[in-house]
């Protein structure tokens, strides 16, 4: 499944434009999760789910980085 996050900031707030990837694990909106970045591992706060692989764009649409897990809690 192809999911949008928005990713944490130094502020530790979420925001930003919206980054797509891809999981195998069953999330919601709202779900917390470490996401790897150009910078290392960040966490995402998944703002949609089940996008469908049409709107991403072509440039990225095969190479998506892939969430395997979710953000401890705390």
Not at 24 to 41: A, E, Q, R, Y
Request: with cysteine.
């Amino acid at each position: 499944m192809i999911v949008e996050v928005v990713l944490r900031k130094k502020d530790d707030q979420y925001g930003g434009r919206p980054y797509s990837y891809e999981t195998d694990l069953n999330v919601k909106v709202g779900d917390i999760l470490i996401c790897p970045t150009v910078s290392g591992l960040n966490y995402g706060k998944v703002t949609r789910v089940d996008v469908p692989r049409e709107e991403i764009d072509p440039r990225w649409r095969n190479s998506l980085r892939e969430i395997v897990d979710f953000a401890p809690e705390g």
